[in-house]
């Protein structure tokens, strides 16, 4: 299985809007609505943030919000704090029963 | 609150075999699905495998033919063994719990296991 797709890289003002991609293909995110997205600080474990396409978990300000279009899922933070800068990585279930990861977007709020 | 913690050795010399243990405290391990996920310095997330209280099990392709994962309940622990190990082992390894929205809900702090002569 192929790792999803996702930009190396993105950046915001504080205050502002930004969405990352993740790219994968009818097997995984394009065939299930169980795509998550995750925000890593350094050092730290990942932290669930999205759950299937576009539930927050308890706790999780409604600043993150994600969707899905055909084998590309999103994520969009508005409202850019300075707390948001981490790497974020979207996973999806497949259809072998497994999950993949995108190879991870680091978020620099400027 | 559910918690996980990590446990083994840090460092694993090539060819031989990884073992890790994943603790669970502040519920039960039962009725769940378990994870292994794991993180090379400075790259992305992989996805080891997960396991069932059953026993039952999915495993990475890619990993699938040197990884093994079992389960006790009696102990609310699950296990990792991955053998024949090499330098790109080397990673944190994390175990995740898997929600029933096929999200990684609770993970743990994360060992760091080296592979070097």
């Known amino acids: ?110 | 609150q559910v918690q996980l913690q990590e446990s083994g050795p840090g460092l694993v010399k090539p060819s031989e075999t990884l073992s890790l243990t994943c603790t669970v405290s502040g519920g039960s391990i039962s009725s769940y699905y378990w994870s292994w996920i794991r993180q090379p310095a400075g790259k992305g997330l992989e996805w080891i495998g997960r396991i069932y209280t059953s026993g039952s099990t999915n495993y990475n392709p890619s990993l699938k033919s040197r990884v093994t994962m079992s389960v006790d309940t009696s102990k609310n622990q699950f296990s990792l063994k991955l053998s024949s190990v090499t330098a790109a082992d080397t990673a944190v390894y994390y175990c995740a719990r898997v929600g029933g929205n096929y999200g990684f809900g609770y993970w743990g702090q994360g060992t760091l296991v080296t592979v070097s002569s």
């Open chain 1, 1 to 110: 299985q192929s790792a999803l797709t996702q930009p190396a890289s993105v950046s915001g003002s504080p205050g502002q809007s930004i969405t990352i991609s993740c790219t994968g293909t009818s097997s995984d995110v394009g065939g299930y609505n169980y795509v998550s997205w995750y925000q890593q600080h350094p050092g730290k474990a990942p932290k669930l943030m999205i759950y299937e396409v576009s539930n927050r978990p308890s706790g999780v300000p409604d600043r993150f919000s994600g969707s899905k279009s055909g084998n590309t899922a999103s994520l969009t933070i508005s409202g850019l704090q300075a707390e948001d800068e981490a790497d974020y990585y979207c996973s999806s279930y497949t259809s072998s029963s497994t999950w993949v990861f995108g190879g991870g977007t680091k978020l620099t709020v400027l």
